[in-house]
């Protein structure tokens, strides 16, 4: 600043009027991004972007810039000068990322009137925990099933097409959007910069984190593969109403330090400008083979109905299997789905055929349908069957006495043979275990009065719920019935 005159007993106040003067004139900038149309050569003249003027490459490397990011959410005013911003955000609100297009006239005309693909990530700023991001993600899945890190806000969203989320990828979202179309994308970031941190006192820091996004163009191929852009921005996520209480104590620590301090430091600016990165490491992954999200919705699910979203519709299949197979047609999976009480998890894998289910792993469909649903889908695709509680085999007693008495008679053959059979229990109940052996004579269940077990010395023993639960699982007995005094019911004896 060029202000040079302090007076020796109004300084104080004089520096206030400053600063309330300087925050009031930045006041209106983010009503003035919000307009209909975006006029760059407007907004890049705003003192806020003269920060990011000493990150970019020099004018003589002829560097195009084609896109600009907003995001609306102030940045700290505790970062010193030549620092780079930091923006406080609350955990699971939606914030704003205004897609500014920066092209000069005549620039990437290869792009006019067509879409382009941007994908979104929250990564680690710190060195030490990019190295182990995979493993740092796959604990945070592991605490947090069903959970994304990042979410978009579709409702929220304008001038996006096609948004998905790969459900693998929990920390990335994608995009199609329009350049020459107004466009704002609205995100939530789930997961809270402490969650990264090593426990040791309590108390500790939070992990910084960066909101990258890096755009693609078609090729001639119609992928999304040739990088055009990427920019980011430093953040840290706090539990909800978090950021605000930090931003306010921010500001009150530098309102209480002296004025040639404050200098140091740069101002709360109401708006974070992403600034030109690198593009993201695993972008080479996306040229070497089609994109995932826009040339098969194998890989991926879409997040909501849109322009791109497939057109057709389930139609009735005459006769599907119970099991679902890897032949089955996308129309033949949605039916097995809506059979099976998966029907709001429908339009997630509107476009996946019977092979594309099944390849999903245990960690995937829990990432889409959460826990409870997921654990169940899987074990739906996989077949499995479950294994009962309690299995007992019984023999009844007559085919037993016959067959001693035709081996006494040299009628059988050199060795008895005896036919059991298997009784499954699940509740571990008498009434259960009733209407199995019921089921078993072909008889009503009212037609056995009393199950009896033959204990010591020949007693009958009175069979409870709590004797069931005690049984030995695989347990033989030989059945014996024996006609009830009172009607025509029969006790059951287990021998």
Known sequence: MAWALKLPLADEVIESGLVQDFD???SGIGQELGAGAYSMSDVLALPIFKQEESNLPPDDENK??????????????????????????????SYEIRMLDNRKMGELP?????????????VFHDRRLQYTEHQQLEGWRWNRPGDRILDLDIPMSVGITDPRANPTQLNTVEFLWDPSKRTSVFIQVHCISTEFTMRKHGGEKGVPFRIQIDTFKENENGEYTEHLHSASCQVKVFKPKGADRKQKTDREKMEKRAPQEKEKYQPSYETTILTECSPWPEVTYVSNSPSPAFNSSHNSFPVAESNGSPKHQPEPVAQVADNLLPTATPQDAQQWLHRNRFSPFCRLFTNFSGADLLKLTREDVIQICGPADGIRLFNALKGRVVRPRLTIYVCQESQQVREQQKQENGDAGGSTFFVYHAIYLEDLTTVELTEKIAQLFSISPQQISQIFKQGPTGIHVLVSDEMIQNFQDETCFVLDTMKAETNDSYHVILK
């Open 110 to 122: 290869e792009i006019n009137g067509k879409m382009v693909k941007s994908i979104i990530r929250v």
């Open 24 to 26: 009031a004139s930045l």
């Open 64 to 93: 195009v810039l084609p896109f600009q990011y907003v995001l609306c959410a102030a940045t700290s005013p505790a970062v010193k000068l030549h620092d780079e911003t930091l923006t406080y955000l609350n955990q699971g609100q």
